[in-house]
């Protein structure tokens, strides 16, 4: 049985030693996987079972280097081409320079996203194994890159008169939406709020179809208090959609202005007086009550005197 294994080994060895002396690389990699799914080797052939990947996810690259003889100065780099957008984010990663012994093998991981708005279709994974010297070795994987069932993205916020306002001024504002999925989406909930102030607007989308197309919601309205501190204040939107069941937010910012008719304050004005009468000190109310009497006295006294001088000269006269 031991005879059996060992010759088993040699014309393992054997193979895997051609295989070796084809490659331009004294290493290649002998197991592919993304997110445990183990990748076949496009080559050149024809129909093949393609690897399906949503759009706008990260998945792993998992890879077995084996290398027969001493290697330094190898490279790993996996990228997916096509992409429309590739020169502001290119799709790929690359593991290394690392060194390999002899008849080691080594395992590589590598993470990789697809963007949101990579088209629907057939690509080509491919990896190429290098080395300082040598020609590089590449691996062609096919994948299908498909759409998520539901899936929004917010694509644009705009504020009008602008993302500076002055307190007690209106806000107002739209939200673009685009649907990155595979269904159709209903009644589209968009909420706009400003937490910081209480503030928020509600509106809704009726429809907005599969595709990547956009609609974008009626004009919102929130007046900001008449008072509020000047600053930047976060705006948060928020597009609920899938029945209720997903949601998909993003953050803006505003600055808000000094609303001057907040800072006036009461101005009191003193003015000297000038040339001013001296004030006699009041008299208390007891007081004026009885000057009051005695002069009524007095009065009456210069009455009866003068009644009586009336009466003393007519008397005279009869007599």
Same mark, same amino acid.
């Given at each position: 049985?031991?005879?059996?294994?060992?010759?088993?080994?040699?014309?393992?060895? !054997?193979?895997?030693?051609? +295989?070796?002396?084809?490659?331009?690389?004294?290493?290649?990699?002998?197991?592919?996987?993304?997110?445990?799914?183990?990748?076949?080797?496009? /080559?050149?052939?024809? *129909?093949?079972?393609?690897?399906?990947?949503?759009?706008?996810?990260?998945?792993?690259?998992?890879?077995?280097?084996?290398?027969?003889?001493?290697?330094?100065?190898?490279?790993? #780099?996996?990228?997916?081409?096509?992409?429309?957008?590739?020169? %502001?984010?290119?799709?790929?990663?690359?593991?290394?320079?690392?060194?390999?012994?002899?008849?080691?093998?080594?395992?590589?991981?590598?993470?990789?996203?697809?963007?949101? %708005?990579?088209?629907?279709?057939?690509?080509?994974?491919?990896?190429?194994?290098?080395? #300082?010297?040598?020609?590089?070795?590449?691996?062609?994987?096919?994948?299908?890159?498909? !759409?998520?069932?539901?899936?929004?993205?917010?694509?644009?916020?705009?504020?009008?008169?602008?993302?500076?306002? +002055?307190?007690?001024?209106?806000?107002?504002?739209?939200?673009?939406?685009?649907?990155?999925?595979?269904?159709?989406?209903?009644?589209?909930?968009?909420?706009?709020?400003?937490?910081?102030?209480?503030? *928020?607007?509600?509106?809704?989308?009726?429809?907005?179809?599969?595709?990547?197309?956009?609609?974008?919601?009626?004009?919102?309205?929130? #007046?900001?208090?008449?008072?509020?501190?000047?600053?930047?204040?976060?705006?948060?939107? /928020?597009?609920?959609?899938?029945?209720?069941?997903?949601?998909?937010?993003?953050? *803006?910012?505003?600055?808000?202005?000094?609303?001057?008719?907040?800072?006036?304050?009461?101005?009191?004005?003193?003015?000297?007086?000038?040339?001013?009468?001296?004030?006699?000190?009041?008299?208390?109310?007891?007081?004026?009550?009885?000057?009051?009497?005695?002069?009524?006295?007095?009065?009456?006294?210069?009455?009866?005197?003068?009644?009586?001088?009336?009466?003393?000269?007519? #008397?005279?006269?009869?007599?």
């Amino acid at each position: 049985m031991n005879k059996y294994i060992a010759a088993l080994f040699f014309v393992m060895l !054997a193979v895997f030693a051609g +295989t070796a002396a084809a490659q331009n690389v004294p290493s290649f990699i002998v197991d592919s996987e993304v997110d445990g799914t183990e990748l076949i080797d496009f /080559a050149g052939a024809g *129909s093949i079972n393609k690897l399906n990947i949503d759009r706008n996810q990260e998945f792993e690259l998992r890879l077995e280097v084996t290398s027969l003889v001493n290697a330094d100065n190898l490279l790993v #780099r996996a990228s997916i081409d096509g992409y429309e957008f590739s020169s %502001d984010e290119d799709i790929s990663a690359k593991y290394g320079p690392f060194k390999l012994g002899a008849n080691n093998t080594k395992i590589i991981k590598l993470t990789m996203h697809l963007p949101d %708005d990579v088209e629907l279709d057939q690509y080509l994974l491919r990896i190429d194994l290098s080395d #300082r010297n040598n020609a590089k070795d590449t691996y062609e994987y096919l994948l299908a890159v498909d !759409a998520p069932r539901h899936a929004m993205k917010i694509m644009d916020v705009t504020f009008n008169p602008g993302s500076t306002v +002055t307190a007690g001024q209106s806000l107002l504002g739209r939200v673009r939406l685009e649907n990155k999925g595979q269904k159709d989406e209903q009644d589209v909930k968009v909420v706009v709020s400003i937490p910081e102030l209480g503030l *928020s607007a509600t509106q809704y989308i009726e429809e907005v179809e599969n595709g990547d197309e956009q609609e974008e919601t009626e004009e919102f309205f929130m #007046r900001l208090p008449r008072c509020a501190e000047p600053g930047v204040y976060d705006v948060k939107v /928020a597009a609920t959609y899938n029945d209720g069941h997903d949601t998909v937010g993003t953050t *803006s910012k505003i600055t808000v202005l000094e609303n001057e008719d907040c800072n006036e304050a009461p101005v009191v004005i003193v003015q000297p007086v000038q040339n001013a009468t001296p004030v006699e000190p009041a008299v208390p109310a007891g007081n004026s009550l009885r000057t009051a009497l005695e002069v009524v006295l007095l009065v009456l006294v210069a009455l009866l005197v003068v009644v009586g001088l009336i009466i003393g000269f007519s #008397r005279m006269r009869e007599e």
